[in-house]
């Protein structure tokens, strides 16, 4: 998404929703998680329809019955509509977000530490090798 100027400074990947701290450098940044959403959607639908996926059916019916309650959908609809953005205001405010958004999966008891977890930028911040690039920011956030 570099291409449509979304700065990513911290993320987690949970199985039913995903955090982010994120900037639009080129726009607004809801076109930006617009644009994402149209493209994760799709390229989630084709994993779906692969022959390995064992829950295909399932996976599909629950897109299918999501997508039957907006009259904008004509066939899957694997996110929400609605997106729940929070200005950050202060750098303390901001640290604060990012630590709420590292310790998702502790308070969930997935792992014990956020940088354990594979779908969050806490590995970033830990500086340890991970699936996705970050900005990552100068401020005074704890991982652990």
Known sequence: MKNKGLQLFAYVIMSNHV????????????????????????KIVEAI??????????????????ASQHKRNNSYQVWTHENHAILLYSNDFIAQKIDYIHNNPVRSR???????YLYSSARNYAELSNYLEV?????????V
């Open 19 to 42: 955090h982010l701290v994120a900037n639009s450098s080129e726009g607004k940044l809801s076109a930006c998680i617009r644009d994402i959403k149209k493209y994760t959607s799709k």
């Open 49 to 66: 329809n692969l022959p390995t996926e064992s829950r295909r059916d399932w996976l599909l019916a629950l897109f299918l019955r999501a």
């Open 135 to 143: 900005d990552v920011l100068s401020l005074p956030v704890k991982t």
């Open 110 to 116: 997935i792992v014990q530490n956020p940088e354990d």
